[in-house]
C-alpha cells in the first residue's frame, strides 16, 4: 500500500480501560472508509456488531479467517489483523494491541500492518505505552496521544478461595487448572463461568453473558481475559504467575500480569487484584509495577520478510529465512506455515506437483490453513497435504464427498468437554477451508454447514460448561443463607425435597439424596436447606414405619430391606444363617432412638417374611425329633436345606423306621447322593437361601444365568461349595473341569447310570448328558464324583461301576477278555485248573449310595 504523503499517524497508548478502541472506533466511522485490525476474532466481532447498529449491515463489513461478511458497498472494515485487506485503500486504518508486535508467535503480522499499512488520511496504533521506543524507531512520523487509566487499580493481597468477593474473576494457565478451580468453586459457591482460549467465540460469549447477568458471581479463565473482554469485575485472583508460551514455562512480565489484572474496574469503577489458591502472594516491585502501569520499555519487534520468492520451494523458504533489514526488528521463529511448509515439501510427490510459481504460491496458501487443534502431531500436515492434492489435480478443486465426510465426522455433540473443544477448533480449520472460494465448487454451501457445525458444538459446550460449573440452585441458596433469610422449604408426597419452590432432592427412605449426589462438596449448601424442612419430616416417617402393614416391606436379592421402594436397612450377619440382623442404613437425620425404633420394626418383619418363604426349614429346626434325626436336621438346617449324603452318613445310619417316615412329612429327600427339601430348589427360594448365605459368610450372592438350570459351570472365583449348597446345587470338579448340578438332576442322574452299570461298562451318551443339562464332557467331574471309574477303552472312555472295577483288579485283569485269555493259556499248558470255592453273594451295606439308588424310586 502507498502512503499518502499527508496521511497522518497518530499512536494512542496507555493501560488498560483507557477507551482507546472506542476513540479508534469513533474515528473511523467519522471517515467515509476505513480498517481496524484486532488481535481476537471475538473483539473483531464485537465491534463489528457495535458499528452495525451505528451504520447499518450494508456498510459494515467482518472479515476474519473462519468469518467473511462484505457488503458490496460496504466501506468500513472490522477484521484480525492476519485478515486485514492488504490492497484496499480506505481514509481510515488502525491496528489494536500494536505492542503485540513483540508477540513471539503472531508479531511479526503486526509488524508488516505497522511498517506496511496506512489510512490516506490518518493511520491509528493502539496498544501499551511499552511499545513507544520500538514505534519512535520505526514510524518516526507518529504523533503520540496518552490515555490514562479511568479507574484504580490497587492490590488486595492474597484470600482464599472460599473468601473471594462476588464479581471476582480467578486467573489459571491451563484447562486442567481451569476446571479444577471451577469445580472447586462450584462446590463453594454454586457455580462459576468458564473462559479459554479454545473456546469458540460464541460459547465464551455464552460464559461471559452469563456472569454479567448475575447468574453466577464468579469467573475462572485463562489469560485469554486480558484482551477482548469487557466485564463487570471488581477483583482480579491470580492462582498462578507462571504459564507454558509454547516453548516452555516462565513467569509473566509486570505487563502481562497488568494486561489481566486491568480488566476490573472498568470505566470509572475501582477495582482490586491479588492470589488465591496455593499463591500465597505478588513481590512488592511487581505490585508497585502494575499499580503504578509503569514497565520495561520493548526494545524490538518480529519480522518476517513479505517479499516472497515464489519461483520454487527452496526460494520460497530462503526468503522466509531472510534477515531483518534493521537491528529493531527480531526475525521471528519459524511459525507454523513454515514448518508445514517445511514438512510438505519432504513429500517427494508435493514437491513434484510444485512445478511453476503459480503451484509454489498455492502450497504457500495451503500453509496458512491455521492449526486449531495445536496437538502438535503431523495430523494437521497430512490434512493440508491431501488439500494440496486435490487443489492440483483433476477439477482443482476439493471433492465435494470427502468434504461432507470431513465435517459430518466433526458434527456429533456427544463426549466430554475436552471432545468439544477439539471439535470447535477442528470445525474453525474447516471454517477457514470453506471461505477460500477457490477452492470449492459452492464455497456458500460450506460457509454455511460450517457455521451451523460450529454454532451447535459451541451451544453444546457452553450447555456442558454450565451443567458441570453451574448449580444456580446451590449458588441461589448461598446467597440467602449466608443472608440468614427465611426460606420456604416442603416435602411431596413422593419424597422431592422443595426449597423456594425449586427442586433440591429426594428423601428416600430417611436419606436425603441432592440432586446431583455426584457433586460432592457441592451438596452442602441443598442439605443446609433441606435440614429445615426435614426436622420435621423425619420423626413424622420413622411413626408411620413402625405403623406400617407388612405389605409395605420388601427383601432385595442384595440383602437390602426396602420401605415402599426406598431402601431403609439391610440384613447382616447373625446367629444363624436362616437368623440374619438387621442394620438401619445411615443417615444424617436419625438419632439413636429412632434408628432402634426402625430396627426392632423390620427385624420383626424380616423374621414373618422369612416364615413365609422358608417354611421348610423352620419346621425343620423347631421339629420335636431326637436322636439321629434331631443332628441330622440340625446341619440340614445350617447348611439352608442340602446337604451331600456322606456328610450325614452317620446320623442316616442311626436312623430308625419311625425317623425316617417322620423325615419323609417333613418333606425331607433322602437321595442316594444328597440330602435335601425339593421344594426350597425352586427359583424363588433358591435365590432367598443363596442371599442368606451370602450375608451369613459375609460374602457376594453367588448369581446363577438361570435359577432353573439343572447345572451350570460356575466361574472360577466363584466355587463355595458351601454357598452352592444353599442354592441346591453340588459342585463335582476333575482337573480343570467344575461342574454345579441341582440335588434333583443329580439323582436323576445316579439312577440311570446305576442301571447302566448293572450290564458293565458304558460311555457317556446324550440322553445321559440331557438328564442335568450340560454335554458329554461335563458328565466325566459328575459321574466320577458318583463313584464310577474312567477308563480309556479303543473305542473311547467308558464308566466303570465301582464293584466291577474292584473284581477286575482282584483277577489281574485290565479289560473284559483278560480272564478268559488266562484260562486260555493255563489250559494250553496242560494244567488242570482247580474250581474255586462257591462265595456267599455280597449283600451291599444299606447305606452304600448304589443301595440306596437301586431301592430308590424315582418319578421319571
Not at 504467575?241 to 494486561?259: H, I, M, Y
Not at 423425619?538 to 405389605?551: C, H, M, Q, T
Not at 426396602?562 to 436397612?569: E, L, M, S, Y
Not at 424363588?684 to 450372592?701: E, F, I
Request: proline share 5%.
Amino acid at each position: 500500500m502507498s502512503f499518502a504523503a499527508e496521511s497522518r499517524v497518530t499512536a494512542v497508548l496507555g493501560p488498560t480501560n483507557t477507551g482507546k478502541t472506542y476513540l479508534a472506533i469513533e474515528r473511523m466511522l467519522g471517515y467515509r472508509s476505513g480498517i481496524i485490525g484486532f488481535p481476537l476474532r471475538l473483539l473483531a466481532r464485537e465491534n463489528y456488531d457495535r458499528a452495525l447498529k451505528i451504520k447499518g449491515p450494508r456498510q459494515v463489513a467482518l472479515v476474519t479467517g473462519e468469518e467473511k461478511i462484505v457488503p458490496p458497498g460496504a466501506r468500513y472494515f472490522f477484521c484480525t489483523a492476519e485478515s486485514m485487506p492488504l490492497d484496499r485503500p480506505v481514509e481510515f486504518l488502525a491496528v489494536d494491541e500494536i505492542q503485540l508486535c513483540a508477540d513471539a508467535e503472531r508479531g511479526h503480522v503486526f509488524t508488516d500492518r505497522l511498517l506496511h499499512m496506512r489510512g490516506t488520511e490518518e493511520t491509528m496504533l493502539l496498544g501499551a505505552d511499552t511499545i513507544r521506543p520500538v514505534l519512535q524507531t520505526l514510524v518516526p512520523e507518529a504523533e503520540y496521544i496518552s490515555r490514562p487509566r479511568f479507574s484504580t487499580l490497587s492490590y488486595a493481597g492474597y484470600k482464599k478461595i472460599t473468601r473471594l468477593p462476588p464479581r471476582s474473576a480467578v486467573i489459571a494457565f491451563s484447562a486442567a487448572q481451569v476446571y479444577a478451580l471451577a469445580e472447586l468453586m462450584r462446590r463453594q459457591r454454586g457455580g462459576t463461568a468458564v473462559v479459554l482460549g479454545a473456546l469458540s467465540p460464541r460459547t465464551r460469549n455464552a460464559q461471559v453473558a452469563m456472569f454479567e447477568a448475575g447468574e453466577v458471581d464468579y469467573l475462572v479463565a485463562t489469560d485469554a481475559i486480558g484482551m477482548g473482554l469487557n466485564l463487570s469485575l471488581d477483583h482480579v485472583a491470580f492462582a498462578k504467575l507462571g504459564k507454558f508460551d509454547g516453548l516452555g514455562s516462565r513467569r509473566l512480565t509486570p505487563a502481562e500480569a497488568a494486561q489481566i489484572a486491568g480488566r476490573v474496574g472498568r470505566h470509572m469503577n475501582d477495582g482490586t487484584f491479588g492470589t488465591t489458591d496455593r499463591l500465597s502472594g505478588m513481590d512488592e516491585a511487581l505490585v508497585q509495577a502494575i499499580e503504578d502501569h509503569r514497565f520495561d520499555p520493548l526494545r524490538f519487534a518480529h519480522w518476517r520478510s513479505r517479499a516472497l520468492d515464489f519461483s520454487s520451494t527452496e526460494l520460497l523458504l530462503r526468503s522466509l529465512e531472510q534477515r531483518p533489514p534493521r537491528r529493531e526488528l527480531l526475525r521471528v521463529r519459524d511459525g507454523e506455515d513454515h514448518q508445514a511448509l517445511a514438512t510438505l515439501i519432504r513429500d517427494k510427490e508435493i514437491d513434484g506437483l510444485t512445478s511453476s510459481p503459480e503451484a509454489v504460491r498455492l502450497l504457500w496458501d495451503v500453509c496458512q490453513v491455521p492449526d486449531f487443534q495445536k496437538i502438535l502431531t503431523d495430523q494437521h500436515a497430512r490434512l493440508l497435504g491431501r488439500v494440496y492434492r486435490f487443489l492440483r489435480q483433476g477439477t482443482q478443486r476439493l471433492p465435494e464427498d470427502w468434504v461432507a465426510r470431513q465435517i459430518a465426522r466433526i458434527d456429533r455433540t456427544d463426549g466430554d468437554i475436552d471432545s468439544l473443544v477439539a471439535r470447535i477448533a477442528h470445525i474453525r480449520t474447516w471454517t477457514y477451508i470453506a471461505y477460500r472460494s477457490d477452492w470449492l465448487a459452492d464455497p456458500l454451501h460450506w460457509q454455511e454447514r460450517a457455521r451451523l457445525t460450529e454454532d451447535k458444538l459451541s451451544d453444546s459446550l457452553h450447555d456442558r460448561l454450565t451443567q458441570r460449573f453451574v448449580d444456580r440452585r446451590a449458588a441461589m441458596l448461598v446467597r440467602r443463607l449466608k443472608a440468614g433469610e427465611e426460606l420456604l422449604a416442603a416435602v411431596r408426597a413422593n419424597g422431592e425435597v422443595l426449597v423456594e419452590g425449586e427442586y433440591v432432592g429426594r428423601l428416600e427412605g430417611f436419606r436425603f439424596q441432592p440432586d446431583r449426589p455426584e457433586n460432592g462438596d457441592s451438596d452442602k449448601p441443598l442439605l443446609a436447606a433441606a435440614r429445615r424442612v426435614l426436622a420435621s419430616e423425619i420423626p413424622a416417617r420413622v411413626a408411620r414405619l413402625e405403623g406400617e402393614d407388612d405389605k409395605a416391606f420388601a427383601l432385595h436379592d442384595d440383602g437390602a430391606i426396602a420401605w415402599r421402594g426406598a431402601t431403609v436397612g439391610r440384613l447382616v450377619a447373625g446367629p444363624s444363617a436362616l437368623a440374619p440382623g438387621v442394620e438401619i442404613m445411615s443417615s444424617d437425620f436419625l438419632d439413636g432412638p429412632q434408628r432402634e425404633r426402625l430396627r426392632r420394626r423390620l427385624a420383626g418383619w424380616l423374621a414373618a417374611h422369612l416364615r413365609r418363604k422358608l417354611p421348610v426349614l423352620f419346621r425343620a429346626a423347631e421339629a420335636g425329633l431326637s436322636g439321629a434325626a434331631r443332628g441330622l436336621l440340625f446341619q440340614l438346617v445350617e447348611a439352608l436345606g442340602t446337604l451331600p449324603r456322606g456328610a450325614l452318613a452317620e446320623q442316616i445310619g442311626g436312623l430308625g423306621k419311625a425317623d425316617r417316615k417322620a423325615l419323609a412329612e417333613l418333606g425331607l429327600r433322602l437321595g442316594a447322593a444328597s440330602v435335601f427339601f425339593p421344594s426350597l430348589l425352586r427359583p424363588q427360594a433358591a435365590r432367598l437361601r443363596g442371599m442368606l448365605w451370602a450375608v451369613h459368610r459375609g460374602s457376594k450372592p453367588l448369581v446363577l444365568p438361570d435359577f432353573s438350570a439343572a447345572s451350570f459351570s460356575p466361574a472360577a472365583d466363584r466355587r463355595d461349595e458351601g454357598g452352592h449348597l444353599a442354592l441346591g446345587y453340588r459342585l463335582f470338579a476333575r482337573r480343570e473341569a467344575v461342574i454345579a448340578v441341582r440335588a434333583d438332576a443329580l439323582e436323576r442322574l445316579g439312577r440311570e447310570a446305576y442301571k447302566l452299570g448293572r450290564q458293565g461298562s458304558f460311555a457317556a451318551t446324550p440322553a445321559l448328558a440331557r438328564l442335568i443339562g450340560c454335554d458329554e464332557e461335563g458328565l466325566i467331574p459328575v459321574l466320577v464324583g458318583l463313584g464310577f471309574r474312567l477308563r480309556s477303552e479303543p473305542a473311547g472312555l467308558v464308566f466303570v461301576p465301582r464293584g466291577l472295577a474292584r473284581k477286575e483288579a482282584k483277577n489281574g485283569a485290565g479289560a473284559p477278555g483278560a480272564a478268559k485269555s488266562k484260562a486260555a493259556k493255563s489250559k494250553a499248558s496242560g494244567k488242570r485248573r482247580r474250581k474255586a470255592p462257591k462265595r456267599k453273594k455280597a449283600v451291599a451295606s444299606p447305606d452304600s449310595p448304589f443301595a440306596k439308588l437301586r431301592d430308590l424310586k424315582m418319578a421319571p
